[in-house]
């Protein structure tokens, strides 16, 4: 892809981040046949990501190896090992560990708790429409356990499902 390169087509959700959280996330949303864009620094050096019966079909989750950063409403900006090219779509979910800098989140209208963990309400919704987060992302409990399942209803939430309201 050439730098600075816009990809024309959206994408249902765009998944930030390939920890505990974003795997939970991709297996649902898998689940749910999304038009999916997975974006990991890490990538691809973490291997068996989904294992098993969940391990994506080729083709059915596109990934982006490099650093993500919020580029507008529905928009993500990846640059890195993937050379600087923007990503649509209607949701994105962040799932970027204890990381909150540096997601391009200042002006765009998420509140912060004072160590700058996302503030969600129960289904995972930050302030911004569209824009979900899960995991440690959004402040402790810092366990494996409630990303995943803070990721679960945020995938579900991401496309439009019915969920329960998460509580941990
Ligand atoms: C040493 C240690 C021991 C632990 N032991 C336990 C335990 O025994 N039991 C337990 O339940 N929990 C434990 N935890 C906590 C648990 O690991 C976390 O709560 C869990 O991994 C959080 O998952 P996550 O997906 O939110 O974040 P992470 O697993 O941190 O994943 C975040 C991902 O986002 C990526 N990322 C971040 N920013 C960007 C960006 N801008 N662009 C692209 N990619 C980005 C990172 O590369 C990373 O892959 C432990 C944690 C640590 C550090």
Known sequence: MDAGASRDDAFDVIVI???RAGQAAIRTLIRLGARLAWVDRR?????DRCGGEDR?????????????RLAGPGRVEVTGATEGVTLRARAILLATGSCVTGLGLDGLGVEQDRNGFLRVDDRCRTRVPGLFAAGDV?????TAEKAEEEAEVAALAA??????????
């Open 56 to 68: 994506p079909e080729p083709g059915s989750v596109e990934e982006f190896p490099g650093t993500a």
């Open 138 to 142: 959004t402040g402790p409990p810092f």
């Open 17 to 19: 981040g390939a920890g």
């Open 159 to 168: 496309m439009g499902k019915p969920t329960r309201r998460f509580r941990f």
């Open 43 to 47: 990538f691809p050096v973490l291997e």
